[in-house]
């Protein structure tokens, strides 16, 4: 539940999509002679950013004759998967042209789309003449940048062993050092598979390819972290990494916008915009390595300086390049103790004040001992890490790979210790921080040595004082002494000089530097603790509302979201019978927001606007056709200053955007907790909101819900699995004037096997809180283990039948949440069992919870508690071999000889059985559903 920003970003295309011809003309040379050119980018075995959910698509792009019609069309080289696609464009009058290439997929044996990866031919047309190039794959592109850095090759021994650990499939698009005093549109370069001629390209950029090809977070292709490599080998296909390396002997201030170039970034004209990138920025990447250092020392600048030329560096790439979204990971040299290296660093943290929150943000920070390959595998291994983290762990925060985040600072006086604390985000200190020493060094681990923590009095123009007294842990905030708390009303914090000595989380990857207000301490209540609750039993059941179902936007869409979109899905929940099935919830998720209107005073302050280019006809409207189709609707919205997308936040403006929610008939909204802070602050903005909708509610005479992020189990291991008791907020997240309606109890939902049982496994530790009893908060309130992934790419059909019984007998909401045009009738069978959702909707309100089975041997009894005496089941096979599992009815919540059983799958009776069931042959993944009566 980490801030993406990189979706966010990533939206800005369908924006540049638009201006896209306009733009046409700034990096394609007019087509004098008339001549079909491509930039050399485009050649034999190339490789493009894939497109899959969300992220930004590939621009195939060139000149042709004014006005000339030209076409593409990308063939499958793969017989066993055809594929065959044709683009047609008009050249502009300045020759500029551009296809924007969509997923490539190809029906799977069950008949779903399954990814593409390649390879195709593709061949380009426009009058009369054709290019063709061959051996074209859709994969993970990033682009290493930087200055001399980049010349250093891989070499010597060094390159043997890269070349010895190479996977087939790192393919390297390497750019001829060159020096161009004017921009052109294109950069001389040419791809190279395999090893060969390893010994120009850059050790970093090579080994940050081969550290990410190791590293294959989602386990299944070459470093392919989609998560849709597993179908992709059913057939024989994996995603390949592409890599480009662009030296840039040529830097000079004549190819940055005018911008940069004002800011002398650099000084002396000899800048950090890397001209060599520009032609390149117009591909769509995954991520940018970044590699600055000693030649930026040699220009000495103040850190303000050089944050500004920084931040307008990486924002003149991105704004530029017209793609959407990249990571981009800054590395650094990291052994030098000058000054100046110093300034380096406070530069970087000055030029963050919210890491994934601001436009210009380089999303993480590498500290590289050396860039060439006598020590590949440790700096590229922090490099990928990095990378892996800006691109993509923050939709998986149990792999817990991510640089911990200062999140806010404040000055305690009534503490038993007073002091600075510094907190950073929970998730990103799972394993605690840490400051590493070198082997024997008892000076570097000081503050100043293996951290620069400064404060200032004034503003950012300082002064700026060095903390000087030892930081110790307290939880997850580390504290300053007091002497340092007189001082501050800002502080930064950056990795400090010595290149051994970090402040690290448990995955060794440093603090990102930051720079944050200093607060004073919140003086906040908890809610009263709850009472003891009534029993189950005793509850009126015709008073409890059944858990919501409906659909949300974000698993397959995230942020491309716009109110075309949404009415067709709208039509086609009816179309589908998916509403008459009980889906009745329309629910946006986010990226719907704009900004904050002005206030009286001229500052964003007033009422959240949903965006203009994506609702032009505004949330009022939309919630009347919605409503129209005897739907319900809703919104989301983030309790902190900025959603997960970096769209405006409710906190410190809960009333007001609860009344704007109540203006526009809204029905539902969802609060996210990207940013959220601690408990006590959590609790306020639910409390606002409660007393908002409540009113709402009260005058509307409908119920208006409210779904919390989040409330999950105490204690999660690094390997993302959990232990423990439902946390604190298990206590009051249902009661009081907190009572959310639902809230969230694990991670991001990824259409991936481990990640639904990961979900699975936080709702089991969670169950004591949905199903009440002393201390428990339940009754009419859900557990939530987010939305369904039945229908997306990732997950084989029995997976989808497993997720959704499992779903179902959780007893939480039920959220649709896939592209309902393409949806496969398997999966809307699936959707619709009515066994199911009679499960789900059972007016006891219960959580079905694990209440046995042989767990060594992955076969799982999971069990809820019904209405009239009743049971529902799901025998579940989590091993990878078929097996049988049995029930013996003796272990079963009531206790009773002699059930009549149905099959909720099939609706079949399986008559009566006085001790045990046992169901047979059960396949890997797959489920058993049955009611007991
Ligand atoms: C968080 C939530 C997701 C989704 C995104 C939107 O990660 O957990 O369900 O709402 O934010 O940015």
């Given at each position: ?752 096997w481990s990640?639904i049982m990961?979900?699975l496994d936080?709702?089991q ?30 997950l084989t059909i029995l997976e989808q039948r497993s997720h959704m019984a499992l779903w179902?007998l ?38 079905g919870?694990r209440i046995g089975g042989n767990q060594t041997f992955g076969c799982e009894v999971w069990c ?9 089941l799901v025998l579940l096979n989590r091993s990878e071999e078929t097996s049988d599992i049995t029930v013996t ?14 099959d909720l799958w ?10 045990s069931y046992t169901a047979q042959a059960v396949p890997s993944h797959g489920n058993v559903a049955l009611?007991?009566?």
């Open positions: 539940m980490r801030s993406r920003l990189r979706m966010a970003r990533r939206s800005l295309l369908l924006l540049a999509t638009l201006s896209f011809s306009a733009h046409a003309s700034a990096t394609t040379t007019p087509a004098s002679s008339a001549a079909l050119t491509l930039p050399s980018f485009f050649s034999d075995g190339a490789v493009l950013q894939v497109y899959d959910e969300g992220d930004a698509r590939s621009f195939v792009y060139g000149t042709a004759a004014p006005a000339s019609s030209v076409a593409l069309t990308l063939t499958s080289s793969m017989p066993a998967m055809p594929f065959s696609r044709t683009y047609r464009t008009m050249a502009l009058m300045d020759g500029g042209w551009a296809f924007q290439i969509d997923g490539t997929y190809a029906p799977d044996a069950q008949g779903r789309h399954a990814p593409h990866y390649g390879p195709f031919s593709v061949t380009v047309a426009a009058g009369g003449e054709r290019r063709t190039f061959s051996d074209v794959r859709f994969g993970d592109v990033y682009l290493c940048v930087g200055g001399e850095q980049m010349l250093r090759p891989v070499v010597g021994a060094g390159a043997a062993a890269a070349a010895a650990r190479a996977p087939a499939d790192i393919r390297r698009f390497e750019v001829a050092a060159a020096s161009s005093a004017a921009p052109s549109s294109d950069v001389r370069g040419a791809w190279r598979i395999g090893t060969a001629s390893l010994a120009n390209f850059s050790a970093l950029c090579y080994g940050t390819a081969l550290a990410l090809a190791r590293m294959d977070p989602a386990g299944n292709g070459v470093g392919n972290t989609t998560g849709s490599g597993k179908l992709c080998a059913a057939h024989r296909c994996t995603m390949p990494i592409g890599v480009i390396h662009a030296a840039a002997e040529s830097t000079l201030a004549a190819w940055a916008p005018a911008a940069v170039a004002a800011k002398a970034c650099g000084g002396g004209g000899s800048g950090r915009f890397n001209g060599m990138l520009a032609p390149l920025l117009r591909l769509a990447l995954r991520g940018v390595v970044y590699a600055g250092g000693e030649a930026d020392l040699a220009a000495k600048m103040a850190p303000a300086t050089y944050a500004d030329c920084f931040a307008q560096t990486v924002s003149a790439w991105r704004d530029s390049g017209q793609i959407g979204d990249f990571a981009v990971v800054f590395t650094q040299l990291g052994a030098s103790t000058s000054g100046a290296a110093s300034a380096l660093r406070l530069a970087q943290a000055t030029a963050l004040p919210r890491p994934f929150a601001e436009a210009n943000s380089i999303d993480t920070t590498a500290m590289a001992a050396r860039y060439d390959t006598s020590n590949t595998s440790e700096v590229a291994r922090r490099v990928a890490l990095g990378m892996v983290h800006a691109a993509y762990s923050k939709q998986e925060p149990g792999w817990g790979w991510s640089s911990p985040v200062l999140e806010h600072v404040r000055v305690s006086a009534n503490e038993v210790a007073h002091g600075v604390f510094l907190s950073f985000a929970a998730t990103e200190v799972k394993g605690g921080l840490r400051l590493v020493d070198r082997p024997g060094c008892t000076i570097c681990c000081k503050l100043g040595g293996g951290a620069l923590v400064q404060a200032s009095s004034g503003g950012l123009s300082g002064p700026w004082h060095n903390a000087t007294s030892l930081a110790r842990m307290r939880g997850k905030d580390w504290v300053l002494g007091a002497r340092f708390a007189a001082a501050a009303r800002l502080v930064r914090v950056a990795a400090g000089p010595d290149a051994d000595c970090f402040l690290y989380n448990a995955n060794g990857m440093p603090v990102l530097p930051a720079i944050a207000n200093v607060t004073a301490a919140e003086q906040i209540r908890l809610p009263e603790p709850p009472g003891i609750l009534a029993s189950r039993e005793s509850y009126d059941a015709a008073a409890i509302t059944p858990p919501p179902m409906g659909f949300n936007t974000w698993n397959r869409w995230h942020c491309w979201v716009d109110e075309r979109l949404l009415k067709q899905t709208a039509d086609l929940m009816v179309s589908l019978g998916l509403a008459a099935a009980g889906y009745r919830s329309l629910n946006i998720d986010d990226c719907w927001q704009s900004q904050r209107a002005l206030d009286a005073t001229g500052r964003h302050n007033g009422t959240i606007d949903a965006d203009p280019t994506r609702f032009p006809s505004g949330l009022r409207a939309f919630s009347e056709y919605v409503h129209a189709k005897n739907m319900s609707f809703g919104v989301y919205t983030s309790q902190s200053e900025v959603t997960c997308q970096a769209r405006p936040g409710s906190w410190e403006h809960e009333a007001l955007d609860a009344k704007t929610y109540c203006d526009a008939d809204v029905d539902y909204i969802k609060i996210d907790h990207c940013g959220g802070g601690q408990w006590s602050r959590n609790n306020i903005s639910w409390m606002l909101f409660r007393a908002a909708l409540d009113k709402c509610a009260a005058k509307r005479k409908r119920k208006f819900w409210m779904s919390c992020s989040s409330c999950g189990p105490t204690k999660c291991l690094l390997d993302g699995s959990c232990v423990g008791k439902p946390s604190g907020c298990g206590q009051w997240i249902a009661k009081g004037r907190v009572s959310c309606d639902l809230w969230r109890t694990g991670g991001d939902i990824q259409a991936r990640s990961a979900n936080m709702m530790l969670m169950a004591p809180v949905q199903n009440a009893g002393p201390g428990g908060a339940g009754i009419g309130h859900f557990n939530d283990p987010d939305m369904l992934q039945v229908g997306n790419i990732g179902c959780l007893g939480g909401p039920l959220l649709i949440s896939t592209d309902l045009k393409q949806i496969s009738a398997p999966a809307v069978a699936i959707l619709k069992t009515k066994g199911l959702i009679d499960l789900n909707q059972d007016t006891l309100a219960t959580q919870e809820k508690k019904l209405s009239g005496g009743r049971l529902g009815f003796a272990d079963l919540i009531i206790a009773k000889a002699g059930w009549t059983l149905t099939t609706e079949k009776s399986l008559g009566k059985q006085a001790k009611l007991l009566v």
